[in-house]
């Protein structure tokens, strides 16, 4: 009985030593560890601290829609459009983080309404994936009225100073 009350006190002496030895553990990476505080703080060293990279993770997407678009080469815009002269665009849906999102992509192929297949979503904005159409291509119209008024107004100064 002895040595089983000696073994115990042991055992007992050891898990103090262990949980005293994983408090100061604790605080020494608790003082090395960097701040969060923001994307612009300094790091010791005088340097900026980089934005959070994003995480990308993979989630089954449903097609909601695909149309068929004509493709029209805008005088206002002065692109030159290549490739077939209709595009698809095709509407989906994804479930990410609790939420359902709609997006659209332009697509060569046909897809049925209904139709899963992956997507990539950035896991800290999980509206933003893989599929989404570039900026360029979800331009404002007031862009090409700005455009308008600037060819407006240079012909009628050409116009003028020709008399």
């Not at 115990?8 to 003082?31: D, H, N, Y």
């Not at 701040?35 to 993979?58: D, Q």
């Not at 509206?127 to 700005?146: I, M, Q």
Request: with cysteine.
């Amino acid at each position: 009985m002895a040595a089983l009350m000696a073994d115990l006190g042991i055992m007992e002496r050891a898990l103090q030593l262990l949980s005293a030895a994983g408090r100061r553990a604790g605080k020494q990476q608790a003082a090395n560890r960097p701040s969060i505080a923001g994307s612009n703080a300094k790091l010791h060293n005088n340097t900026a601290r980089a934005t959070p990279r994003p995480v990308w993770m993979v989630t089954e997407a449903r097609v909601t829609e695909c149309r068929n678009e004509l493709v029209r080469a805008s005088a206002l815009t002065l692109r030159i459009t290549n490739g077939p002269t209709n595009k698809l665009t095709v509407s989906f849906t994804y479930y990410a983080h609790a939420r359902l999102y709609y997006d659209n992509f332009i697509s060569s192929v046909v897809r049925a309404q209904g139709d899963t297949f992956s997507v990539y979503y950035n896991a800290l904005n999980p509206s933003e994936n893989t599929l989404s159409l570039s900026g360029a291509t979800k331009r404002s119209p007031a862009s090409d009225f700005a455009m308008l008024g600037v060819i407006l107004i240079s012909i009628l100064a050409l116009s003028l100073v020709r008399g």
